[in-house]
């Protein structure tokens, strides 16, 4: 039988805020909501979530602050299938928030985020838990932690021979000499059109950025999709997004990169990883909160083969 490889999510875990308004405030506007919810978040709990909910055999590695969310985040990581073993719990700090608006007609968010005890997953506790992080064959990575912690996992799976994932969102924070470590340390750079920009700003035209990067960089385009370069048929790949009935975009793109990060793990081929994960991301979209629309695996067979 085919061994399933193993993911270790290296990330963020958050209470996610979210505000339901009309549409999103501008500077200095203040707009009723209709509803606000409480539920789970944070770029690397939902990316777990997403490769989990999938049936992916993933461990989270992170931190929950000293407070009533704490207990609530890791029983929903565990709920949903995560192996939550090596998640710290920080005295004195609060866990990760996030407040986020989202607009009713069109779906869109705007994001505040309060980083908590996810600044406490540093370089240390990295080198504290190499060795059940090495357990994994992929590692996948996004920028809520430290941007020396991303650094520092991106060495040691490069030493150590994993696949690493990193998902450079969101956009502001970008690890010290990250475009060497881009170049030599990681397998796929997943950022959104937004990120790309601010990592590549003399970039000629997409596409010619895709063929250089040779399959390693993948740009989601939100309701365009996803591009990249497809090196086993050296080709540019452009795989439109699924009409989808957007109620919330919020963990769209953790959706995308979990299901990806789900797919290599299964051993798929590149293209056919990222049509996987490009359905699973519109399926996401569909229903309220971050991780409350991502899909299981029949969901998106179901929708592969609806299209
Ligand atoms: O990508 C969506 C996530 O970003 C939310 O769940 C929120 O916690 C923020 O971190």
């Known amino acids: 039988m085919k061994q399933r490889k193993k993911i270790a999510v290296i990330g963020s875990i958050n209470m996610d805020l979210t505000a339901r308004t009309e549409r999103l405030p501008a500077g200095g506007e203040t707009v009723p909501a209709t509803e606000l919810l409480y539920a789970p978040g944070g770029k690397g709990a939902n990316q777990a979530v997403a490769a989990a909910r ?41 866990s990760g928030i996030a407040m986020i608006t989202v607009a009713e007609a069109s779906g869109e968010n705007s994001i505040v985020v309060v980083p908590g ?20 064959d992929i590692l996948l990575l996004q920028n809520e932690i430290p ?13 150590a021979g994993k696949t690493v994932l990193y998902n450079p969102a969101p956009a502001a924070e970008m690890p010290e000499g990250i475009m060497e470590k881009i170049q030599e340390k990681i397998h796929y750079l997943t950022p959104n059109e937004h990120e790309a920009a601010l990592l590549f700003p003399h970039i000629p035209a997409l596409p010619s950025l895709l063929e250089l990067y040779g399959g390693k ?26 009409p989808a009935h957007v ?41 309220p909160g971050a991780q409350g ?15």
């Open 54 to 94: 999938l049936g992916g055999d993933v461990t989270m590695f992170g931190c929950v602050g000293e407070d009533a969310f704490a207990e609530k985040l890791v029983e929903n990581l565990r709920q949903n299938g995560v192996d939550t073993t090596h998640i710290r719990s920080v005295p004195g700090v609060s």
């Open 117 to 136: 005890a996810n600044r406490f997953v540093t370089p240390a506790y990295v080198d504290d838990l190499q060795d059940a992080i090495l357990q994994a």
């Open 147 to 159: 941007p020396e912690t991303v650094a520092a996992v991106m060495d040691l799976g490069h030493r």
């Open 217 to 242: 960089l993948i740009v989601t385009l939100g309701e365009q999709g996803a591009m990249a370069w497809d090196s086993d048929r050296g080709k540019l790949l452009h795989i439109p997004a699924r």
């Open 247 to 287: 109620v919330d975009t919020t963990g769209a793109g953790d959706t995308f990169n979990g299901a990806f990060a789900y797919a290599l793990a299964e051993g798929y081929a590149f293209a056919d990883a990222l049509r996987f994960a490009n359905i699973a991301a519109g399926l996401s979209t569909e229903r």
């Open 293 to 307: 629309g991502m899909p299981t695996k029949n969901e998106v067979l179901a929708a592969m083969h609806a299209v």
